[in-house]
């Protein structure tokens, strides 16, 4: 059986003080992102901007200014190769799993060439929307 995994990005709006990964960020298009990969998925994970793969319940982390939004192709390449090593670490690159993701072109675009040999499925559901059209896919929906 097909488990189907979110993987939601970070945003730049956060609480000001250390939380639990699902509770630091704290905009209305994060909230909303969030609720439906708990709804949807069998399991989700949040994708970084500086710490990779985030277990949504994992320890409490600082808020940070960091985003893909922007950078270098070497720095998102680097940052695509630490979270296809986290992913794999976590079991999730397998023919078994559908990933489910819930990011901009930024936190995908060279992520996928380093995992789509690994037998894993891959969906963007918001692929080509702007933001105002991919927040109301998600409003829609939850």
């Given at each position: 059986?097909?488990?189907?995994?979110?993987?939601?990005?970070?945003?730049k709006?956060?609480?000001?003080?250390?939380?639990?990964?699902?509770?630091l960020?704290?905009?209305?298009?994060?909230?909303?992102?969030?609720?439906?990969?708990?709804?949807?998925?069998?399991?989700?994970?949040?994708?970084?901007?500086?710490?990779?793969?985030?277990?949504?319940?994992?320890?409490?982390?600082?808020?940070?200014?960091?985003?893909?939004?922007?950078?270098?192709?070497?720095?998102?390449?680097?940052?695509?190769?630490?979270?296809?090593?986290?992913?794999?670490?976590?079991?999730?690159?397998?023919?078994?799993?559908?990933l489910?993701?819930?990011?901009?072109?930024?936190?995908?675009?060279?992520?996928?060439?380093?995992?789509?040999?690994?037998?894993?499925?891959?969906?963007?559901p918001?692929?080509?929307?702007?933001?105002?059209?991919?927040?109301?896919?998600y409003?829609?929906?939850?």
């Amino acid at each position: 059986m097909t488990r189907e995994i979110g993987l939601v990005s970070c945003v730049k709006t956060k609480r000001d003080e250390p939380a639990m990964p699902k509770e630091l960020y704290t905009s209305d298009y994060f909230e909303k992102m969030h609720f439906y990969a708990e709804q949807y998925h069998d399991d989700w994970w949040i994708l970084s901007a500086k710490h990779g793969l985030l277990d949504p319940d994992g320890e409490p982390i600082e808020p940070y200014d960091e985003t893909l939004s922007g950078a270098r192709v070497a720095t998102k390449r680097e940052w695509a190769e630490r979270v296809a090593g986290q992913l794999d670490e976590e079991g999730l690159l397998s023919d078994d799993v559908t990933l489910v993701l819930h990011a901009g072109k930024d936190y995908y675009e060279e992520l996928l060439p380093l995992i789509e040999d690994r037998g894993v499925s891959v969906e963007i559901p918001t692929e080509g929307l702007r933001i105002g059209k991919t927040k109301a896919w998600y409003k829609e929906r939850i």
